[in-house]
């Protein structure tokens, strides 16, 4: 007890009082609701964009939506911190791509170059469970996540993406994991006694166990400590499939609860690092008034991300959804559409969604050319967004989709979409 006291006396001691004002650097304008963090707590700036800490760490961090990570020393006499806004414009480049060797990763890094694209998302835990460079982790190692490993030296790898200031996104998949899975048969879901595999052969962890939310904030953690400026959780759910045996009733309360403790947690463990989290759902979740039954939900989450990231491929939209026969022929009205119905449940600028860089694989079998990816870029500008993430699973890219936009030409305006969605409210 005594030891404890005495400790406690020490670190108070050391302790001192940060105070200082947050700005935007292009406008001169306070900067409020941003998170000033430490290793251990959060404080939260003003309205005028003042701050107070009582902190014993040397270095701390900015986190406020819509800008850069921003990190600044504590001693410092410095009292005005100026943030730099940002509009995320990100590819996906796959877990093969990512090699530094690989044409693919020389083709996207000159779209940085030549383009106004200023992120890259990189899969650092892939679905099946292989990881991009060798982490921190004993347990990684043991399930040979490390064997297909695409990146050598991570610093440098990382390095050649700030030198083109690029914000750099970690893809992390969480519950869908065949190394894990397969290594803890005591937490995959099972079936009928089973570890069952989906589909693709590929099995789960169960969401409801805590060592399935350790093991990807490990490996989250490891990315942020390297660099990386956001982490974004990809399959943060649970499986759309009846009859699985999870450790916990598979109820809507439980499911979101589950999800709900998974980022409270992961939130916890990657703040003291200054890395924002954002998170990938279904795109029919903008419409839904539910879970759709696998633990989806956009307020939930907005009460620990930074971003949510529908997935609003136009192609995922089943026949005769939004008022469309076919809705792969509607890019900008599906991602317009979306957005501004969930206005009322996050602020748009929380919201960045996946768009759709690949071909309609739907009966129609649309072409997705330049004017149809054009036209999504410019659906999540009018919607409000802060930006978009572009997915192709081969991430090939054409450097006409980041030309002038096609202006909008359909017969129905924005604008009287807008209108169309507040009456029908």
Known sequence: MKLAFLLFCIVWLHAKTVTGFLEDANENTPVSGAEICDKNRCVQSAEDGSFIIETDDAILHAVAVGYRNYVFDANSTKK????????????????????????????????????????????????YGDILYKVSSKKAESYGAFKNRQVFDIDAFISRFKKEDAYLIARIVLFKDELQA????????????????????????????RRSWEYAVEIAVDAAKHGFNEINFDYIRFPARSGIELSKPNTMKNRLAALDGFLAYAKKRLRPYGVFISVDIFGNVCWSKNDMNIGQNIENFA?????????????????????????????????????????????????????QAFHDYTKRRKRYNDYEIQQQILAAKDAHTNGWMMWSPS???????????????????????QKTLTQTD
């Open 80 to 127: 005005i911190h100026f943030l730099r806004s940002i509009e995320v414009k990100a590819l996906y480049l796959t877990f093969w791509g990512a090699n530094p060797h690989s044409k693919t990763f020389k083709r996207n890094m000159k779209f940085l170059r030549q383009s106004d694209v200023n992120a890259i998302v990189v899969d650092v835990k892939n679905e």
């Open 303 to 355: 009460n620990h991300a930074d971003y949510i990231a529908p997935m609003l491929y136009p192609s995922s939209f089943a026949f005769g959804t939004l008022g469309y026969r076919y809705p792969s022929e509607y890019p900008y009205e599906v991602i317009y559409k979306s957005v501004c119905n969930v206005h009322s449940k996050i602020d748009p600028k929380r919201v960045r969604p996946w768009i």
């Open 395 to 417: 991430s090939r890219y054409r450097i006409s989709y980041f030309e002038e936009h096609v202006p909008y030409t359909d017969m129905v305006t924005a604008s009287s979409l």
């Open 182 to 209: 397969a290594a803890n048969p005591d937490y995959a879901i099972r079936k009928d006694g089973s570890i069952w595999r989906n589909h693709d052969g590929m099995a789960w962890v169960d969401p409801f166990d």
